[in-house]
């Protein structure tokens, strides 16, 4: 999962918002309505464990959590810990978790159906504190880190590590009638992805736990093998997916965590130049932490000129290689689109899209990995089409596929995905941090966000701030 918020935009973004949020709860009470298809085979909309008795641990113990409360409202609330519900469930005792990109559609309500109280949070890692009957792989007090989707294991998806589009973790009907299909369960993600409650909490459930758990070594501190969860899987999927190799000159929108990686990962698979396109002080901070990665800065282009002319002087008169968007379709840059996401005549702009496509080489690749929810307009087939353009949905990264090898790489030193957090913070001022986040206020991208189980921080690890 992947965003980016460009400061400039935020006052436009704000107002554009009450149309996507209108249609988000028309969305749920649709579903509510039709009901679910009945192919998942693990419990839905179990998005806190305060709404049923069945749901919450019958010690009565009490946990804190973030919990989405309406439109561009999220409060830090008191819930039970959850329980063990299912033979194959792991409940894990949650001591690292952060903040996406992705996370800001849901305080914006623009993903579909949220209901008041869900918790939110999809990358979390931790220590098993409970194991259903079934499960084999765990036993109480191993680390562990989640993978962000849920997936079954054992489905024609999950058979091949496509863990992302696992057929019997989520039955929802909107997205399967707007989507042609459906994706897998994701943790704090909305009803739209299963209901599933979130790891911003002290405690998780976590359906098949043998599939969606992997352990964590020693020599692996959470602060780098928590984004094996998330970041680390879609910068990766993003790079290789969309086609990077030897020699190729990458552009890539974006400069937050995923970006960030990307451009890290494209490198690796051999790319002789990374170009990246944002604004402010983001860039300023890729210019310090990664001086070999060239930048344009799009907010101070001369008159005339345009991201598009730019690549193409950068590189040759045709432009990159490859070309990855880690932003998202939310942020309306133009007038047209503002009023257009404002009315409800599409969920997505695609000026970001279109100028990635302008931007490459004739027969050149273009991967989409910003969350892009719905329908955009004024899309450029023409260019796609008369070019060449190999144009790619990267999808919801298959985390299942990559997480081991990416293990590995950390343990070998040849990533460092902790360069990419700027904040440490406390889960009791998360509620704060969001909104801190979402202004990108004193220079935040990526935060490690520690509960009252984390372990003591690792080296290296920015000083824990408090709101």
Known sequence: MSSFCASGRRRKTQTVQQAPKMMSQA??????????????TTAQDVTN???????ADPSGEKMKALAWMGKNKVEMIECPKPKVMEPRDVIVKVTGSTVCGSDLHLLHGTVVELQKG???????????DEVGSQVTKFKKGQRVVASFQIACGDCFYCKQKLSSQCEKTNDNTIENAMYGGRTAGMFGYSHFTGGFAGGQAEYTRVPYG??????LPDDVPDEEGLFLSDVLCTSWHAVVDTGVKKDDVVAIWGAGPIGQMAAEFSLLNGAKKVIMIDQNWRLDFIKKNYPHIETIDFSKLGKGESVTSKLKELVDNRGPDVSIECAA????????????????????TSELVNEMITSTRNFGSCGITGVYVGFTNHFNIGSLMERGIRLIGNGQAPVHKYWESLLKMIQEKQIHPSKMVTHRVSLDDLDKVYYKFE?????MQKVF???????????????????
């Open 27 to 40: 969305a749920m009470q649709a579903e509510k309505a039709i009901g679910h298809g009945g192919e998942a």
């Open 49 to 55: 464990p305060g709404n049923s008795a069945e749901y």
């Open 118 to 128: 869900d918790i939110l949070g999809h990358e979390f890692c931790g220590v098993v």
């Open 210 to 215: 043998d599939v969606n758990l992997l352990p």
């Open 329 to 348: 379709g939310e942020y309306a840059k133009g007038w047209a689109h503002y009023f257009e996401m404002m009315l409800g005549l599409e969920t997505d």
């Open 439 to 443: 202004e990108k206020a004193d220079g």
């Open 449 to 467: 966000v520690e509960t009252k189980w984390s372990f003591p921080a690792s080296q290296g690890s920015p000083a824990l701030t408090r709101y």
